[in-house]
């Protein structure tokens, strides 16, 4: 009889700790409801065979995250390194309306282009598609998202050019377009918040915008493009800047005339026009990288600082320079 009661008791706890668990159901079912068509239109990988309708999208969907500041909505989706995946970005994804966080990244078989729902995630504040083969203009209905903070577009098919009205972004603090096949000229007017820019690896043309001078970047990556003219407005004594790479190019400006943001630790100009010489002030920076080799620059290197811990490609190329450590000057 006692044993009877035990089953019995077990049973009835067993019962509802099923139960318990299975309304425990928190995903709603307007996200659930994208989730699977997002699934569907990337032609139901293994890589999100976790997703099944029948459990709860917030607490057993891989790549889903949902809470923090809307609960039981899906706030986080990360589809990643699938090399089986193929498929495009559905227009779903935009029926995700309480969105944060957005990343397809390492897909090599996502094509097509980023539709214009993504516009409607008024909470978005990071989007990465990155190393993809999402191609199309980078789409100029991203600057709706006001709260977009990181766009990294990086490593992906995008042509045309930069749209003008990413600019405007109002709380952009990273861009990076590297690595597409981006034409034409940077726009003007980036906002003074943008602390990380990389457009390296494309093949915009033309000079930069003054206005770049005004930001106060940490980093900016302008290198392997077709850029032209001066580039000297983005160094300066009162800058906080700690990498430079404009190398590749054909920046043309005298580097005699530059102040030196006393953070720079990156700096290369490697494969440009750049004339003038390197003055003593660049003993005072404790630069860890520094190449300034295929340029038209001349005179003697100073001796200090960092500079003579680089070796000879680091100078090589140039017009006249000499000093260590190059050749001794005559
Ligand atoms: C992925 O794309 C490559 C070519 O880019 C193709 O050979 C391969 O079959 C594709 N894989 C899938 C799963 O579609
Ligand atoms: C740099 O900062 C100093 C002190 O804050 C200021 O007096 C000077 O005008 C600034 N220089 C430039 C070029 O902005
Ligand atoms: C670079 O600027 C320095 C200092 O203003 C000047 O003496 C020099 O002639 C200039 N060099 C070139 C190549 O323009
Ligand atoms: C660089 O050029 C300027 C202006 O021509 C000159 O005053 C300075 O001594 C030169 N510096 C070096 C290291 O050659
Ligand atoms: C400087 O850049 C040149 C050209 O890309 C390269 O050959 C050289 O190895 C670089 N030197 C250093 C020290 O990075």
């Known amino acids: 009889m006692d044993k009877t009661k035990t089953l019995l008791f077990f049973l009835f706890l067993f019962t509802l700790l099923l139960t318990t668990s299975f309304s425990k159901n928190l995903c709603h079912k307007d996200d659930k409801k994208a989730l699977l068509k997002i699934k569907r239109s990337l032609n139901n990988p293994y890589s999100l065979s976790t997703w099944d309708p029948s459990t709860d999208c917030c607490s057993s969907w891989s790549g889903v995250h949902c809470g923090d500041d809307f609960k039981y909505r899906v706030t986080g989706l990360f589809i990643n390194s699938d090399d089986k995946l193929s498929g495009h970005i559905s227009p779903e994804v935009g029926d995700l309306t309480y969105l944060e966080n957005l990343v397809f990244q390492y897909l090599p078989n996502l094509t097509g282009k980023i539709p214009p729902t993504i516009a409607k995630l008024k909470y978005l504040v990071l989007l990465w598609v990155q190393s993809t083969n999402v191609a199309g203009p980078v789409p100029g209905f991203l600057s709706q998202l006001k709260n977009l903070q990181f766009l990294d577009l990086s490593n992906n098919k995008f042509s045309g050019s930069i ?10 603090l990273s861009l990076n377009l590297k690595g597409n096949k981006l034409t034409g000229s940077i726009p003007e007017s980036f906002q003074r918040k943008v602390l990380y820019l990389d457009l390296s690896h494309n093949h915009l043309s033309g000079s930069i915008p003054k206005s770049l001078g005004k ?9 392997w493009n077709k850029l032209e003219g001066d580039a000297s407005m983005l160094f300066g004594a009162n800058k906080t800047t700690y990498d430079i790479d404009l190398s590749r190019n054909k920046f043309q400006f005298n580097l005699s005339r530059v102040k030196i ?8 100009l490697n494969h440009n026009r750049i ?23 001349c005179g003697r290197i100073p001796n200090g600082g960092n500079l003579q811990k680089f070796d000879s490609s680091s100078y090589f190329h140039n ?9 001794s000057c005559k």
């Open 215 to 223: 930001l106060h970047f940490y980093s900016i990556d302008l290198s």
């Open 163 to 172: 749209p003008t009205s990413l600019s405007l972004l109002p709380n952009l």
């Open 275 to 297: 004339t003038g010489n390197i003055s003593a002030q660049w003993t005072e920076v404790p630069l860890s990288v520094f190449n300034v080799s295929y340029n038209k620059l």
């Open 261 to 268: 943001p006393s953070t720079l630790d990156h700096l290369d």
């Open 319 to 327: 017009k006249c320079l000499c000093g260590a450590p190059l050749k």
